[in-house]
């Protein structure tokens, strides 16, 4: 009796000490809450837990974890969180653990939740002003940077850290407080004070002398953030100074500078600058760009990087200055050079003669210091030619970039930079080949590839990189060829490659395609040799299916519908496979059929999109009649834009999107509207969900899943509308779980009030009343998330709220999608492997609009319905365009022995996290695989 008395008091005392901790939380607009989960550690509302006693390892601890989610912080939670942070700065003694504090409480300062940060501000400067550690000043100084721009608007205040600041640079000579200060300086700066701001650069230029290098580049830093970064635009009169500090013996200053000169030239590019030596004037965006490629030749790799990047910034210099990047005479030797005939010349009209007594007597009079020759010649001069010598790769690969970006708009530029751009190919780094062949696609319109320049490039089909010669392909699709004998030379090697390389024939058809329809004049007299036409006798007709045959026959058709003259040429079976390539092969083959529908193509889109419009206000408005009457609606508004989908191109994303949204809410009809998910059959142990209703909950999952990790470009009020659309399928799941089933629904009920949780967040107060099921649910205002609790009064909101109808969707929405080209399926070649070891299936994919590439894995599906989940390598995943991917890799399977061959299915999915949660980008395709038993013995 004793013992269950002492229980009962033990259970009133824990019920009693719990409700005094439930009266001590802080009162929040969501007030459900779940039950802890160990895997996620991110507070709705955190704040640091911290105090005198604590140590300070834990103290350390608790900042690194505060810091994390500050963002998440209430301005209540941050209020505590300063004055706790102040009471430990008072007391603490270690350096090291108040340098941490400092920065932590000027992060809680500029979150803007703080109402009193002038106030905060002048305790910063009392403590810059009495602070005499210079670890701990220097925090104060980098702390106070952090805040300016919550100060930029009160003069008063900035007065007072500016004056702070300056005292502490002139009575410290610690090079960390310098750096500290100087950048505060920089950030106190605003284009509405030019008093003040030339007073601050004033301060800054005078610490550019300093005899510490960091000190040096972090004040040049500062003048580079003042122009960026704080919108105050740098005087040309600093250019001098500029001059002179180039030539510092620190790289950090040397680059500092240059991207200031290279502002400055931005700025005021018409400036005359005068020379050396009483030279002339010359413009300040020219001697700029002539001092930017003379540090080229800077000793340092990073600077020579960085100075090839920056000239390919200016576009507005002279066209003299381009040129003579190309051109390295004077720069490799500062003397007059003459010929011999002029030397003699020179001797007979002087009367003089060498005697030969005198040593160098005939020497050449014309000798020149180097103070004497003027900056176009010793700074632009051959810059280019060194960049593309340079012994670092990162210097060769940044002067082709560079190149590229000032030929693209000048054809002279381009014409001269043609044969060093051909040389490149021979370099030994794949990367600066690659960047060669993009250079030369980009200038395809101001050149002409002669046969001597061809046989350098051709030579790079040879290499073993795909996407070398892929790019190469494409290069040859963009440029124009000069003479007939350069044509044949690359139909010769691409015929070689497709021998050498049978993977290349799609980007090889594709080339020919291109070479065709440039070249319409080369292709004519080649036409008989090329499909081996006799003018008197009749050829046997060749194979269709011959690759060579295929992509001279693409070659010459192309060129035809350009060339009035070459159709009477072909003989009577070339114009029966023209007629079959059509279909075969249509977007290869020309046909009038689709020139006319590229004419009319403009006005398509449109219509398309109206009739996309016109669909969801029928969807809208049927919600009006009954519920089976909506369904039909539904589904016939999903096979009609499935159709428009796959007929109109350029609207198929957007429709798809429309089509998911549409045929989610079919399937949640269905659902809601049936008797099973939310009642037991039985009144046994519990009954088991009706087949029907597992399958559309099956496919309703995969709805959701599709259409928030699929699309990308979404409007805010459509991406609300699909993560409330997940939110009721995790809800209806929940209620078939609790009401079909005796297992946990644990799992469910905190999968589905995290994502509740997430979503309320995101939604502000006003906007609550448009979405009425968040509204209705927070409005319960429930203290326990028992499953069984849950779904009793999510049932009646799920029927009663609906999702929402689709609005509009907007035509700049883009659809995650992926086509494998490798391996292809159906091949009756069958892959064997030993049993329990790996399998390499090689892999050549094409993706679109993948917004997160690491999500992508390479699934397969064995006879036994396993998935196994490959992640592809960094370096296999090349980026083609903005969020488009070009993926080459090997595919991994292990399995155990089969009595015989069986098809695998091959796709390319995101993994969202789980089993369940894989969305599929591709077609499946299907490979046929035997692994074998290992042999034992001989």
Not at 427 to 434: A, G
Not at 772 to 787: G, H, I, V, Y
């Amino acid at each position: 009796m004793a013992v269950k008395l002492k229980k009962r008091a033990m259970a009133e005392y824990s019920s009693q000490v719990l409700t005094e901790e439930r009266h001590e939380q802080p009162i929040k607009r969501l007030k459900l809450s779940s039950r802890h989960s160990v895997s996620s550690d991110i507070e709705v509302d955190p704040i640091l837990n911290i105090d005198l006693n604590s140590t300070e390892r834990r103290i350390l601890s608790e900042l690194m974890k505060y810091s994390r989610h500050l963002k998440l912080s209430s301005s209540d939670n941050l209020e505590t969180s300063i004055r706790r942070l102040e009471e430990c700065l008072s007391r603490l003694k270690d350096n090291s653990v108040k340098y941490r504090l400092i920065l932590i409480y000027a992060q809680i300062l500029n979150t803007g939740k703080i109402g009193d940060i002038g106030e905060k501000m002048g305790k910063m400067c009392e403590h810059m002003t009495a602070e005499s550690s210079n670890k701990l000043l220097s925090a104060w100084l980098q702390a106070a940077a952090i805040c300016a721009n919550k100060i930029s608007h009160d003069k008063t205040v900035t007065g007072q850290v500016f004056e702070a600041g300056r005292q502490s640079l002139l009575r410290s000579a610690n090079p960390q407080v310098h750096m500290s200060g100087l950048t505060l300086m920089a950030a106190l700066v605003r284009p509405d004070t030019p008093d003040f701001n030339s007073k601050i650069s004033s301060l800054i230029g005078s610490y550019s002398m300093s005899q510490d290098a960091r000190v040096r580049s972090a004040a040049f830093s500062s003048l580079r953030r003042m122009h960026e970064e704080r919108g105050v635009k740098l005087d040309v009169s600093l250019y001098p100074v500029l001059c002179s500090a180039i030539r510092d013996d620190y790289e950090g200053v040397r680059m500092e500078v240059l991207m200031i000169m290279r502002l400055l030239a931005d700025v005021h590019p018409e400036n005359q600058v005068k020379l050396d030596g009483d030279a002339g004037y010359n413009r300040l965006v020219d001697d700029v760009f002539s001092r930017i490629c003379q540090s080229i030749n800077d000793v340092r790799e990073p600077v020579r990087c960085l100075a090839a990047q920056l000239i390919g910034n200016m576009s507005s210099v002279s066209q003299t200055f381009l040129e003579q990047t190309l051109d390295k005479k004077l720069m490799s030797n500062m003397r007059v050079k003459k010929s011999s005939h002029e030397r003699q010349a020179g001797l007979v009209a002087s009367g003089e003669w060498s005697s030969g007594k005198k040593w160098a007597d005939d020497s050449p009079k014309e000798e020149l210091g180097s103070k004497a020759v003027g900056l176009v010649s010793m700074g632009s001069c051959g810059a280019f030619v060194h960049g593309l010598e340079d012994e670092c790769y990162s210097v060769r690969v940044a002067a082709v970039d560079s190149l590229t970006t000032l030929a693209m708009e000048n054809h002279n530029l381009a014409v001269l930079a043609l044969d060093f751009l051909v040389d490149m190919f021979n370099d030994e780094i794949e990367q600066v080949r690659l960047k060669a062949i993009e250079s030369l696609t980009a200038i395809s319109k101001h050149i002409k590839l002669q046969v001597h320049q061809l046989d350098i490039i051709l030579s790079a089909l040879d290499d073993f990189s795909t996407l070398l010669r892929e790019k190469l392909h494409a290069m040859l699709q963009a440029c124009s060829l000069a003479t007939k004998d350069g044509l044949k030379s690359v139909i010769n090697k691409l015929m070689v490659n497709l021998k050498k390389y049978p993977q290349d024939k799609r980007s090889i058809l594709m080339t020919f395609k291109h070479l065709g329809a440039n070249h319409p004049d080369l292709t004519l007299p080649l036409v008989t040799s090329l499909l081996h036409i006799h003018p008197f006798f009749d050829t046997p007709e060749p194979d269709i299916e011959d690759p060579a045959y295929l992509c001279n026959l693409v070659l010459v058709l192309n060129a035809a519908q350009h060339c009035p003259t070459l159709p009477p040429l072909l003989d009577q079976h070339t114009k029966r496979h023209h007629a079959y390539l059509k279909d075969t092969f249509p977007h290869l083959i020309p046909s009038a059929s689709n020139n006319s529908q590229g004419a009319n193509e403009g006005s398509l889109p449109s219509e398309a999109a109206n009739f996309i419009q016109s669909i969801l206000h029928r969807v809208s408005m049927s919600r009006r009649m009954s519920s089976a009457s909506h369904i039909n609606i539904l589904q016939a508004s999903c096979n009609e834009l499935e159709r428009i989908a796959s007929v109109q191109e350029s609207i198929s994303d957007p429709a798809t999107f429309a089509r998911l949204y549409l045929e989610g809410q079919a399937v949640y009809e269905k659902i809601v509207r049936g008797y099973s998910w939310s009642h037991n059959k039985s009144s046994g142990a519990g009954g088991e969900l009706a087949p029907a209703t597992r399958t559309n909950i099956i496919r309703l999952h995969t709805i959701a899943n599709k259409l928030n990790s699929m699309f990308s470009y979404v409007d805010a009020e459509n991406k609300m509308l699909i993560r409330i659309l997940k939110v009721k399928m995790l809800a209806v799941r929940l209620v078939c779980v609790v009401c079909n089933s005796n297992k946990s629904a644990k799992a469910e009920s905190d999968e589905f009030l995290t994502e509740f949780e997430a979503v309320l967040m995101d939604i502000q107060d006003k906007d609550l009343c448009k979405y009425k099921f968040m509204e209705a649910f927070n409005a319960l205002a429930l203290t326990d998330s028992k499953p069984g609790q849950l779904a009793n009064k999510l049932k009646p909101l799920l029927i009663k709220h609906p999702p929402v109808s689709l609005q509009a969707v907007p035509s700049s929405v883009k659809q995650a999608k992926a086509v494998i080209h490798e391996p292809v399926g159906g091949s009756e070649t069958v892959l064997k492997c030993l049993a329990g070891l790996v399998l390499g299936i090689r892999m050549d994919a094409e993706l679109f609009n993948i917004p997160d590439p690491s999500l992508l894995r390479v699934c397969i599906r064995a006879a036994d319905q396993v998935n196994q989940l490959s992640v592809p390598k960094r370096g296999d995943l090349v980026s083609v365009a903005d969020e488009n991917f070009r993926l080459l890799t090997t595919a991994l399977f292990s399995h155990q022995v089969w009595s015989e061959s069986l098809d695998i299915e091959i796709s390319i999915v995101l993994d969202l996290g789980s089993k369940d949660n894989l969305v599929p980008l591709s077609q499946t395709v299907k490979v046929s695989v035997l692994p074998k038993p290992v042999r034992r013995g001989i």
